[in-house]
T-cell receptor, first 112, second 114 residues
């Protein structure tokens, strides 16, 4: 089972753009790439999902290169409330049952 | 719409005992997935149920099992508890489309094994 890796932590200031990458070199062919946000003592919260190229919603953008072995979550103009842990989620193309693999998580700290 | 609910929220058990956790999905959602979250291993996928059938499965031992009822509610059972089973157990529901992982998580059940 391949590991899905992310930077452990990132620091930013309010109003800046933050880009968080996820490496998933064993992603299953048909699977979407999904990103979640988690605050302490809460379950993860869905942010955005995509299959290829670029997807944008009201809170984030997701960039996926043609080989789909990585993805980048972009948070425009972050605020203090964006301080959280961010995870990517992909399906792993192992044998047998499909396995869902969360990334290692990136702890984002936004400062004033 | 009500969110995903999990019961109980906190649980303390002794090694060797068994435990059953419950999850009620968002109305209309047919898929329920279970995850284990620990500081050391992060978020790990246990299994997914869709229309009462196990559709996907992670790499956990057979002590971890689950089931889904006709109303989409799901239960997870852990038998012969070990100290290492102490974790936050999260349940997530979704509409259930293949390959799409837009899931909605509950607050989790914090299990402590002593």
């Amino acid at each position: 089972l391949a590991k899905t890796t992310q930077p452990i932590s990132m620091d930013s200031y309010e109003g800046q753009e933050v880009n968080i990458t996820c490496s998933h070199n064993n992603i299953a062919t048909n699977d979407y790439i999904t990103w979640y946000q988690q605050f302490p003592s809460q379950g993860p919260r869905f942010i955005i999902q995509g299959y290829k190229t670029k997807v944008t919603n009201e809170v984030a953008s997701l960039f996926i290169p043609a080989d789909r072995k990585s993805s980048t979550l972009s948070l425009p103009r972050v605020s203090l409330s964006d301080t959280a842990v961010y995870y990517c989620l992909v399906g792993d193309k192992g044998a047998g049952f499909q396995k869902l693999v969360f990334g290692t998580g990136t702890r984002l700290l936004v400062s004033p | 719409k009500a969110g995903v609910t999990q019961t109980p929220r906190y649980l303390i058990k002794t090694r060797g005992q068994q435990v059953t956790l419950s999850c009620s999905p968002i109305s209309g959602h047919r898929s329920v997935s279970w995850y284990q979250q620990t500081p050391g291993q992060g978020l790990q996928f246990l299994f997914e149920y869709f229309s009462e059938t196990q559709r996907n499965k992670g790499n956990f031992p057979g002590r971890f099992s689950g089931r889904q009822f006709s109303n989409s509610r799901s239960e997870m059972n852990v038998s012969t508890l070990e100290l290492g089973d102490s974790a936050l157990y999260l349940c997530a529901s979704s509409l259930g489309g293949s390959y799409s992982y837009e899931q909605y998580f509950g607050p989790g059940t914090r299990l402590t094994v002593t």
